[in-house]
């Protein structure tokens, strides 16, 4: 049976520098087009942290070293990194389906997505963004940026900036059109480039918008069959890590909304992609959610494996 399927990949399945992406997007575009080849229709979205700050801190550092790089907003290094990693990603899936024979056009979408200034998240920034530091290195640079830095899971510490809500898509009739005629999309990139409405007119702003969330919310808008978010575990787990850790083979969104509120999943890492699942199912008629790992994908699909959410 044919389905509408939005994936959402995870961090696991690009990589940190231009070099490493290029060979891991190779292996992600074979687990693609093999859904492709199966009869689905697919829409990709993914995450963008390391990029982008990666993207900021070299345009900083240049133009604050004497490189003559002007400086460059942080929505627009978010635009940057949607049009590379897109231009990855869409490379080695046409190369992938030229080897198969497989006759599809790939696009990428640079993609804004609308929040709002009144957001709550303005007032606390939460999402990591960039590379990891020293506590030393980030005090420095706060003093010297102003920015805000936050300690990540024992990994050191990294620039925090709002993360609001997704509130619409401003390119989803393109995107709508493109899937329609029957093209692979890549959209959303980086959760969107997050744009505020003033006046009339739209704005970007220093924020990065969670990418499962917007998946959600695209999945919604295009009546996606299953929305498929990719992460580096094959199922979710609850007291994961621990010595009485559960894998789900699946749930219901009742269930799902009490795990949630026994603090079962962590603010940021699976806790987020609980809660998109929840939006989109309930959300959505005769629909599921699913989550497991890239490589497990496949087999996921057919119910073999990864964590489905249902609506109750």
């Known amino acids: 049976?044919?389905?509408?399927?939005?994936?959402?990949?995870?961090?696991?399945?690009?990589?940190?520098?231009?070099?490493?992406?290029?060979?891991?997007?190779?292996?992600?575009?074979?687990?693609?087009?093999?859904?492709?080849?199966?009869?689905?229709?697919?829409?990709?979205?993914?995450?963008?942290?390391p990029q982008v700050g990666m993207i900021n801190?070299?345009?900083?550092?240049?133009?604050?070293?004497?490189?003559?790089?002007?400086?460059?907003?942080?929505?627009?290094?978010?635009?940057?990194?949607?049009g590379y990693i897109g231009y990855h990603l869409e490379q080695a899936i046409i190369n992938e389906l030229n080897l198969r024979g497989i006759n599809k056009n790939c696009a990428t979408i640079i993609t804004q997505v609308e929040v709002d200034e009144k957001d709550d998240a303005f007032?606390?920034?939460?999402?990591?963004?960039?590379?990891?530091?020293?506590?030393?290195?980030?005090?420095?640079?706060?003093?010297?940026?102003?920015?805000?830095?936050?300690?990540?899971?024992?990994?050191?510490?990294?620039?925090?900036?709002?993360?609001?809500?997704?509130?619409?898509?401003?390119?989803?009739?393109?995107?709508?059109?493109?899937?329609?005629n029957g093209n692979i999309v890549i959209a959303i990139g980086g959760g969107g480039i997050p744009v505020l409405l003033k006046d009339k007119e739209y704005i970007g702003t220093d924020a990065v918008i969670d990418k499962d969330k917007t998946s959600a919310l695209l999945a919604r808008e295009i009546g996606a069959d299953t929305l498929l978010i990719l992460t580096a575990v094959e199922k979710v787990y609850l007291n994961f890590g621990k010595d009485n850790q559960?894998?789900?083979?699946?749930?219901?969104?009742?269930?799902?909304?009490?795990?949630?509120?026994?603090?079962?999943f962590a603010s940021g890492s699976m806790l987020p992609k609980i809660a998109s699942c929840i939006d989109f199912v309930q959300n959505s008629k005769d629909?599921?959610?699913?989550?497991?790992?890239?490589d497990k994908v496949n087999e996921a699909l057919d119910g073999k494996t990864g964590t489905k959410i249902i609506k109750e």
């Open 1 to 49: 049976m044919k389905n509408k399927i939005v994936i959402a990949l995870g961090g696991n399945a690009l990589g940190s520098t231009p070099e490493e992406q290029l060979k891991l997007v190779k292996s992600t575009a074979k687990k693609l087009v093999d859904l492709i080849d199966n009869g689905n229709d697919i829409i990709i979205s993914h995450g963008n942290g």
């Open 57 to 82: 801190t070299g345009m900083e550092f240049s133009s604050q070293n004497g490189g003559g790089t002007p400086i460059i907003p942080f929505p627009e290094c978010g635009a940057m990194s949607q």
């Open 123 to 180: 007032n606390n920034p939460t999402k990591p963004i960039g590379i990891f530091y020293s506590k030393e290195e980030a005090d420095k640079l706060a003093l010297k940026t102003g920015y805000e830095f936050m300690e990540d899971a024992g990994r050191g510490y990294r620039r925090v900036v709002p993360s609001p809500n997704p509130i619409r898509i401003l390119e989803i009739n393109t995107i709508k059109l493109l899937i329609d």
């Open 246 to 264: 559960k894998s789900l083979s699946s749930m219901t969104t009742k269930e799902a909304k009490n795990y949630l509120k026994d603090n079962h």
């Open 287 to 294: 629909s599921i959610a699913i989550i497991t790992s890239l």
